[in-house]
T-cell receptor
Framework: AQSVTQPDIHITVSEGASLELRCNYSYGATPYLFWYVQSPGQGLQLLLKYFSGDTLVQGIKGFEAEFKRSQSSFNLRKPSVHWSDAAEYFCAASGYSTLTFGKGTMLLVSP | DADVTQTPRNRITKTGKRIMLECSQTKGHDRMYWYRQDPGLGLRLIYY???????NKGEISDGYSVSRQAQAKFSLSLESAIPNQTALYFC????????????FGPGTRLLVL
């Protein structure tokens, strides 16, 4: 069965520090991969997506993600975190016309 | 105006009551989805529809039903609400030409007492 794993439930990062959120997937073939962000009380906003081609994808708000087939990973990164990045982040994968979500990683930003 | 709207945004109901959550979209997408979000569990798919005549069960369809009234409208019903259906419900849409990128509504927060 398809699955998406986000190993970290919570992560705390100092403002200005770099960020990496981990995501691993288990699919029969390479799925389409997504990162969404959910700010408190809000819906989900698409940050970026990977379909094929260049394994480093750029998204909105200064985020990027790297697809590594050998590790079945699609980790999200940002070089310098801002207090407004505090939110919950969801990795998702699609291979059969529906999305499978990870359980989310809550990002806390300390001053 | 928002592309995907959900009504109501918040709802409190009692055990055993029937309740309907509605979703409308102006994106012109064929595909629509209903998810529920619970703390620590992420989003789980309840039902999805690829066109007006197509309805499919998702991971957690028990206790729910749906209706696709038109391309732009997809409703979720709880025939007899129970407390463990208290959750945040999201509607989403996608276009098969968009390689499954889904766009989400703002959510409906449901409390079943």
């Amino acid at each position: 069965a398809q699955s998406v794993t986000q190993p970290d439930i919570h992560i705390t990062v100092s403002e200005g520090a770099s960020l990496e959120l981990r995501c691993n997937y288990s699919y029969g073939a390479t799925p389409y991969l997504f990162w969404y962000v959910q700010s408190p009380g809000q819906g989900l906003q698409l940050l970026l997506k990977y379909f094929s081609g260049d394994t480093l994808v750029q998204g909105i708000k200064g985020f990027e993600a790297e697809f590594k087939r050998s590790q079945s990973s699609f980790n999200l990164r940002k070089p310098s975190v801002h207090w407004s990045d505090a939110a919950e982040y969801f990795c998702a994968a699609s291979g059969y016309s529906t999305l499978t979500f990870g359980k989310g990683t809550m990002l806390l930003v300390s001053p | 105006d928002a592309d995907v709207t959900q009504t109501p945004r918040n709802r409190i109901t009692k055990t055993g009551k029937r309740i309907m959550l509605e979703c409308s979209q102006t994106k012109g997408h064929d595909r629509m989805y209903w998810y529920r979000q619970d703390p620590g569990l992420g989003l789980r798919l309840i039902y999805y529809s690829f066109d007006v005549k197509d309805i499919n069960k998702g991971e957690i369809s028990d206790g729910y039903s749906v209706s696709r009234q038109a391309q732009a409208k997809f409703s979720l019903s709880l025939e007899s609400a129970i407390p463990n259906q208290t959750a945040l419900y999201f509607c989403a849409t996608s276009d098969y030409k968009g390689q499954e990128t889904q766009y989400f509504g703002p959510g409906t927060r449901l409390l079943v007492l």
